[in-house]
T-cell receptor, first 113, second 109 residues
């Protein structure tokens, strides 16, 4: 299995609070991604990073920010969590190139009450 | 129109059966294709990449039809352990993967 660790694995918090999810990789892959998975939707890309301090928006980036200060860490922040952000969040990594598959972490289950 | 569409199922098949899933994609410029497997409350795991010439990995065969813009996954001699949700994934460029919502398979003893 790819060396990807997400933390925390589960979190319950209240609307309006800030939340930060962490993804840590030991594979030295250049690309890192944050997705959310909701019933009735496929995984949807929130943000991705193509190098240290290089990030870009995905399909559902509103309400989320990211940072990547080291190759191995990619942080996802919800500045002011809303109930619509209750979801399962997955981090993924890959090497560059169209044919390169992505490998996923175990996921974080986030509930916003 | 969604980028990737799959029949959600569920497909309930007996052990030993052969089952096939199809998936259609909307972007004709899509570059690469994958099947992932996702068990309940787990992360997606790569099952296989799909190549233009088709490819096989044991009991699993993947096919790509660019003219009709669909990919397929065939599972032969189904095992109980094959029960999972199968995700069709399409790369439309710039490391941007689009995921289908998945097809759920249950293999029955």
């Amino acid at each position: 299995d790819a060396g990807i660790t997400q933390s925390p694995r589960h979190k319950v918090t209240e609307t309006g609070t800030p939340v930060t999810l962490r993804c840590h990789q030991t594979e030295n892959h250049r690309y890192m991604y944050w997705y959310r998975q909701d019933p009735g939707h496929g995984l949807r890309l929130i943000h991705y990073s193509y190098g240290v301090k290089d990030t870009d928006k995905g399909e559902v980036s509103d309400g989320y920010s990211v940072s990547r200060s080291k190759t191995e860490d990619f942080l996802l922040t919800l500045e002011s969590a809303t109930s619509s952000q209750t979801s399962v969040y997955f981090c993924a990594i890959s090497e560059p190139g169209f044919s390169q598959p992505q490998h996923f972490g175990d996921g974080t289950r986030l509930s916003i009450l | 129109r969604k980028e990737v569409e799959q029949d959600p199922g569920p497909f309930n098949v007996p052990e030993g059966a052969t089952v096939a899933f199809n998936c259609t994609y909307s972007n004709s410029a899509s570059q690469s294709f994958f099947w992932y497997r996702q068990d309940c409350r787990k992360e997606p795991k790569l099952l296989m990449s799909v190549y233009s010439s088709g490819n096989e990995d044991g009991r699993f065969t993947a096919q790509l039809n660019r003219a009709s813009q669909y990919i397929s996954l065939l599972i032969r001699d189904s095992k109980l352990s094959d029960s999972a949700t199968y995700l069709c994934v399409v790369n439309s460029g710039a490391n941007n993967l689009f995921f289908g919502t998945g097809t759920r398979l249950t293999v029955i003893p």
